[in-house]
């Protein structure tokens, strides 16, 4: 009876954490952590299903085309990559340059529209100010960007030299090739907006260069500047695909709300359990800017994956920073939540990162295998030294004595034998005490000296 209840509530337990698991990924109900459309991955909070992003990034996927291509809304632009990491989007207006409309039939210069990322409520998108540039080419033109009350943004006017007036291209294209002169010039997008008006001003001299206004990714011009710039090839240039990036956020909203300036530079939402960042390890980053205010979600240090969902369901996870390629470690590497340390191997101590380990206490030790080297040696020669000096002092000492107590004899002895040591004994014998003494320590010198210098 009790082993079924036991049985029956650990089965419970399981179903609930079998259901805690499936609800508690931060995704909509039965939605993927992340999808495909052509080769373009969707991870939330985009999504390519009904209900399966946040507010305002539903992409749609059109599959009448092969491969499919994912679209922003119902305009122009192509989504190529979406980066979770720098909240951005890269995509392609796939109708090329701004649509000029003529202001009338004769005219050159008109107006039109760049867009079709939305406007205002809630749509997460803006040009990013700092990855585009505002081109624009002609001859003696202007192109200018407006808001939407009609407030310019930014403009610019390439010139060219008359005389390309009548020669079949530009010729003063220098280094730069879209630097104001040579029929282009181009400026960056102070204000990210999610779409501008456009207008191209009358042009009083056609040059040889078509006329274009474009927001482009840096640097996508300069790569195609020769056919962008040949006149003859205006048609097909014209509906070049353009790329550019875009800028996202969660809770996107214009500043300007009717009229009325909402100033909200700290757009993360105080309440924690509101916002799209799901736990500790997703941090919340304000995202507001010149246009709207809103937020975006990034992994704390040390951890990656998607800031926008829970950890079991491929959110923010710690890196094994030991395991990565570029983590240079000489010693033991062990990672922790966040980080890693880099620690010499054990019984060894000193920088690992840049291996040098050495063994413990090998410094003191040899500092003492030094110090009592030489302490042994300086002590083994004053020994040496000390008893050299007792021995020899010991010798003399007995020299003496003998040589005291033997003076008659060794004084024959040397009389008979050495009769060249007459310098030691004066030829007087007996004239004073004091040469007496004089000839007895000379005799006793050469008697030492004689010992310890053998002949
Ligand atoms: C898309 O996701 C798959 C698996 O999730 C991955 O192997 C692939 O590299 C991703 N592609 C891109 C372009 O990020
Ligand atoms: C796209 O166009 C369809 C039909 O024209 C419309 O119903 C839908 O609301 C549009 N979607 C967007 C995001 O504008
Ligand atoms: C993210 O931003 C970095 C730094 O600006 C850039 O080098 C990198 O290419 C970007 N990645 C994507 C996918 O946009
Ligand atoms: C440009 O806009 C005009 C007027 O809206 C339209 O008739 C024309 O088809 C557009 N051209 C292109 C290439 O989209
Ligand atoms: C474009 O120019 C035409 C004609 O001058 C004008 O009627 C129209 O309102 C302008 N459009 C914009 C968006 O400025
Ligand atoms: C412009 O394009 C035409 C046709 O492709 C080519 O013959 C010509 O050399 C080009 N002009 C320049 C200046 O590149
Ligand atoms: C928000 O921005 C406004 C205008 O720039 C400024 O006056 C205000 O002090 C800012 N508030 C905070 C909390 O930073
Ligand atoms: C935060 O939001 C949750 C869900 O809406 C709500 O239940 C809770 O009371 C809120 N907490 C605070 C401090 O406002
Ligand atoms: C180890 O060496 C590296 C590189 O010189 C240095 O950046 C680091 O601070 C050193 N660590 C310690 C604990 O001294």
């Known amino acids: ?21 499936v609800w508690d990924t931060g995704l909509p109900q039965g939605c993927p952590e992340s999808d495909k459309c052509g ?69 050159l210069g008109g107006n039109g529209t760049w867009g079709g990322v939305g406007d205002g409520d809630g749509s997460p998108y803006v040009v990013s100010e700092s990855r585009n540039k505002l081109v624009v080419t002609g001859c003696n033109t202007m192109g200018i960007l407006f808001g939407k009350n009609g407030n310019a943004i930014v403009g610019c006017s390439p010139f ?28 960056p997008i102070p204000i990210g907006r999610p779409n501008y008006h456009v207008k191209l001003s009358d042009q009083v001299m056609s040059g040889q ?43 996107s909203y214009p500043v300007i709300l009717s009229g009325v300036p909402q100033y909200d530079n700290s ?41 926008y969902l829970l950890p079991n369901a491929g959110g923010c996870q710690d890196i094994d920073e030991c395991k990565l390629s570029g983590t240079v ?54 020994a040496f030294f000390l008893t050299r000096k007792i021995k020899r002092r010991r010798a003399r000492m007995l020299r003496l004595t003998f040589f005291r107590q033997n003076r008659g004899h060794l004084l024959q002895q040397l009389k008979s034998k050495e009769n060249h040591v007459s310098w030691s004994i004066p030829a007087s014998e007996g004239t004073s005490s004091i040469d007496e003494s004089t000839r007895q320590y000379s005799l006793e010198e050469e008697y030492l000296l004689s010992s310890r210098y053998p002949r």
């Not at 009876?1 to 179903?15: F, G, H, N, R």
């Not at 030299?161 to 104001?180: L, M, R």
């Not at 990714?217 to 695909?241: Q, R, V």
Request: net charge neutral; aromatic share 6%; with cysteine.
């Open 39 to 107: 080769n373009v991955n969707v991870s939330f909070p985009f999504g390519i299903r009904a209900g399966c992003s946040l507010r305002g990034f539903q992409l749609i996927c059109d599959t009448t085309r092969n491969p499919p291509r994912l679209m922003i809304g119902n305009g122009t632009l192509q989504v190529l990559e979406i980066s979770l990491a720098n909240s951005t989007v890269r995509a392609t207006d796939i109708a090329g340059a701004v649509n000029i409309t003529n202001a009338n039939d004769g005219g």
């Open 209 to 251: 260069v078509p006329n274009a206004v474009r927001i482009a990714e840096m640097g996508w011009f300069e790569e195609h500047a020769a056919e962008l710039l040949n006149k003859s090839l205006t048609d097909t240039s014209l509906k070049m695909p353009v790329p550019v990036v875009l800028e996202w956020a969660v809770a």
């Open 329 to 382: 470690c000489f010693g033991e590497c062990i990672n922790t939540p966040g980080s890693f340390f880099c620690q010499c191997p054990h019984g060894t101590s000193g920088n690992a990162t840049i291996g040098d380990c050495r063994k413990s206490y090998t410094g003191l030790s040899v500092g003492i295998g030094v110090g009592s080297g030489a302490g042994l040696l300086v002590v083994a020669l004053g």
């Open 1 to 21: 009876m009790a082993a079924t209840a036991a049985v029956a509530l650990l089965l419970l337990q399981q179903l609930w954490s079998a259901e805690a698991q």
């Open 160 to 187: 060219c030299s008359i005389n390309d007036y009548w020669a079949s291209s530009v010729t003063s294209i220098s280094g730069d090739k879209c630097s104001g002169v040579g029929g282009c010039c181009q400026m």
């Open 267 to 307: 757009s993360c939402p105080t309440n924690t359990s509101k916002s799209a960042c799901k736990v500790l390890n997703s941090q919340c980053h304000n995202a507001a800017g010149n246009y709207r205010s809103g937020y975006v979600c990034r992994c704390q240090e040390g951890y990656e994956g998607n800031p």
